[in-house]
Structures are given as structure tokens and as C-alpha cells.
């Protein structure tokens, strides 16, 4: 054993580790798929989430709401642009765990480990998500059902069916384009009696 240059085994290790790393981070996956419906914990690129708060104007003591919010970036970015009440849920317990301790010690930030389809939006002033096609269609009717009039949406890549984008952003270049789709919530239709 001791012939082994030291060389292959940091060689092994470091092999090993980025193995192990890969199999907690599918497995993480593998474990919430049936409740995420094929949202992957995959984090927004910090230039689209600099553009999307460039385009919402956020306002002290607002409440924002990230509906899987993976490593809780986009918490911590809305929070460093502007004092707000910045709420995060998330399924996946690694993704979980990384949000927990990247955001220690940030008191405006809150992050659960709870499914936001039993999170009430109603008091919400920004939400924003970046999930999959499957859940759209449900996600639209919740969103429709809860959210105030003026409070906006932010969702990457995917549309809302049903609401009309009052922007539609595409931050990058031309290999990453993917369109950001922002709401603003219109005022309830009254019912005519
Ligand atoms: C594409 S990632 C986005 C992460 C983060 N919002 C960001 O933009 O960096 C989607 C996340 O939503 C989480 N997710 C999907 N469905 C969920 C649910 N019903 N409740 C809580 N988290 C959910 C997934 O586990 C995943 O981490």
C-alpha cells in the first residue's frame, strides 16, 4: 500500500469526493421528485436575477416570496438590493440545508423547509419561481385565486397560462436567452350581480 505515490491517492480522493457529491446532489433530486413534478434544484444565474429585480422595484418591508427557492440567492440578492421580508420554501433537503446556512445571520430572511403549495400568498407583494412546465397551469390558478392587485410574479423560463406578461426580459447572450416573464396582478374582476 505504501508503494502508492501519495499522487493517486489525492488523485482517488479528490475522484471520490466529487462522486459522492454528485450522488447526494441526485439523490437529493430523486428523493422530491414526485412532489417538485421535474423542477431540478438548479440556482438562477446572478445576471438574470439582477435583471429581474432591476424590473419589479422593490420597496422596504415589502414581502417576497420564492416559491423553491434552492440555495435562497435570490432571498439574499433582494434583501442586499433593498430591506424587504424575503421568504423562501424548499423540498429538496440538500438545497434546503445550503440556503439554511448561506443565509445564517440575515435576519429579513426566512427560509422553510415546507411544500408552497400551502404557502397563503395573499399578503405576498413579489413572488417569484423558476419551476416547470407540468406545474404551470396549477401555479397560474393559485396565483390567480390569492395574489392582491399590484403585487407582481417574476417566473424564469416558463409562462404563467392565462396572464398577460406586462414584461418579458431576456437577460445574456445568445447561448442563454430564456425568457423572464414578469406579471403585475391586475384588480379582481368585480362581479356584476
Ligand atoms: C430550478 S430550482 C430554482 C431555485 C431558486 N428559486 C433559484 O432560482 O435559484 C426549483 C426549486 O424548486 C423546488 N421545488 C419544486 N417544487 C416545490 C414545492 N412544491 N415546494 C417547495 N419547493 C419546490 C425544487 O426542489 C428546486 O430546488
Given at each position: 500500500?505504501?508503494?502508492?505515490?501519495?499522487?493517486?491517492?489525492?488523485?482517488?480522493?479528490?475522484?471520490?469526493?466529487?462522486?459522492?457529491?454528485?450522488?447526494?446532489?441526485?439523490?437529493?433530486?430523486?428523493?422530491?421528485?414526485?412532489?417538485?413534478?421535474?423542477?431540478?434544484?438548479?440556482?438562477?444565474?446572478?445576471?438574470?436575477?439582477?435583471?429581474?429585480?432591476?424590473?419589479?422595484?422593490?420597496?422596504?418591508?415589502?414581502?417576497?416570496?420564492?416559491?423553491?427557492?434552492?440555495?435562497?440567492?435570490?432571498?439574499?440578492?433582494?434583501?442586499?438590493?433593498?430591506?424587504?421580508?424575503?421568504?423562501?420554501?424548499?423540498?429538496?433537503?440538500?438545497?434546503?440545508?445550503?440556503?439554511?446556512?448561506?443565509?445564517?445571520?440575515?435576519?429579513?430572511?426566512?427560509?422553510?423547509l415546507k411544500n408552497f403549495w400551502n404557502v397563503d400568498l395573499s399578503s405576498a407583494d413579489v413572488v417569484f419561481c423558476y419551476l416547470f412546465p407540468d406545474v404551470m397551469n396549477r401555479l397560474a390558478r393559485k396565483i390567480q385565486r390569492e395574489l392582491k392587485p399590484g403585487a407582481m410574479v417574476v417566473s424564469c423560463n416558463f409562462p404563467l397560462p392565462g396572464l398577460a406578461p406586462?414584461?418579458?426580459?431576456?437577460?445574456?447572450?445568445?447561448?442563454?436567452?430564456?425568457?423572464?416573464?414578469?406579471?403585475?396582478?391586475?384588480?379582481?374582476?368585480?362581479?356584476?350581480?
Amino acid at each position: 500500500m505504501s508503494s502508492i505515490p501519495f499522487g493517486i491517492w489525492l488523485f482517488i480522493g479528490i475522484t471520490g469526493a466529487l462522486f459522492a457529491a454528485k450522488a447526494i446532489y441526485g439523490f437529493s433530486i430523486a428523493l422530491v421528485l414526485p412532489a417538485t413534478r421535474g423542477a431540478l434544484y438548479v440556482s438562477t444565474a446572478r445576471r438574470r436575477v439582477k435583471a429581474f429585480l432591476d424590473a419589479v422595484d422593490l420597496q422596504p418591508g415589502q414581502r417576497l416570496v420564492d416559491l423553491g427557492c434552492g440555495d435562497g440567492r435570490v432571498l439574499r440578492a433582494a434583501c442586499r438590493r433593498c430591506p424587504v421580508r424575503a421568504e423562501g420554501y424548499e423540498l429538496n433537503p440538500l438545497a434546503f440545508l445550503k440556503a439554511r446556512l448561506l443565509c445564517l445571520g440575515r435576519s429579513r430572511v426566512r427560509v422553510r423547509l415546507k411544500n408552497f403549495w400551502n404557502v397563503d400568498l395573499s399578503s405576498a407583494d413579489v413572488v417569484f419561481c423558476y419551476l416547470f412546465p407540468d406545474v404551470m397551469n396549477r401555479l397560474a390558478r393559485k396565483i390567480q385565486r390569492e395574489l392582491k392587485p399590484g403585487a407582481m410574479v417574476v417566473s424564469c423560463n416558463f409562462p404563467l397560462p392565462g396572464l398577460a406578461p406586462a414584461h418579458i426580459l431576456r437577460p445574456g447572450n445568445s447561448l442563454t436567452n430564456d425568457p423572464i416573464y414578469v406579471y403585475r396582478m391586475p384588480a379582481k374582476a368585480t362581479d356584476p350581480g
